[in-house]
């Protein structure tokens, strides 16, 4: 029974993978660019942190894990067929329950200098706040990119933008 078990297993993940729609491939190959080891830098504290972004089982989605001074939170990123986009659900040390959709990704098969695209975040805090923002992504090279916070709302109070460096570390 055993052995039959991990057969339809294995054939299950295979069928998976071979099943992704065209459109969700070419996402897993275009956001497969952040897979590694990154150096974050908040331009504005100063603080630094690294996040670690690996692909997921069935080789279908990504886990990400991120720790910048105080903040952690662990992601798991994939595609959502009901919409066509990359999208994630997240939590945070902090109690934060999440999710974020990538919107205007570029159609390439790989981030280029210059590319751009929005992630737009929502999400609940344990009191019961609301928490939203919009993050502006560019690639500023092989090695690097740059990701500006905006509209970032934690119940009714606004906080001010943030831009955070990602330098690939491997």
Request: one cysteine or more.
């Amino acid at each position: 029974m055993k052995k039959l078990s991990l057969v339809s297993a294995l054939f299950l993940a295979v069928t998976t993978v071979t099943a992704m729609s065209e459109d969700a491939q070419r996402l897993l190959k275009f956001f497969s660019y952040f897979e590694g080891t990154w150096e974050l830098t908040d331009q504005d504290s100063g603080e630094k942190g690294t996040m670690i972004i690996t692909l997921g089982a069935g080789g279908t989605s990504h886990i990400l894990t991120l720790k910048l001074g105080d903040m952690e939170r662990t992601e798991l990123w994939g595609y959502n067929p009901a919409t066509g986009k990359w999208m994630a659900a997240g939590f945070g040390n902090d109690g934060e329950r999440f999710t974020q959709v990538m919107e205007n990704v570029p159609g390439h098969e790989r981030p280029r200098p210059g590319d751009q695209w929005l992630d737009r975040h929502e999400g609940t805090l344990p009191s019961g706040e609301k928490t939203s923002a919009q993050l502006a992504f560019t690639i500023d090279s092989e090695d690097q990119y740059t990701v500006v916070s905006t509209k970032i709302q934690i119940g009714d109070q606004s906080l001010p933008d943030n831009t955070l460096i990602c330098t690939r570390k491997d």
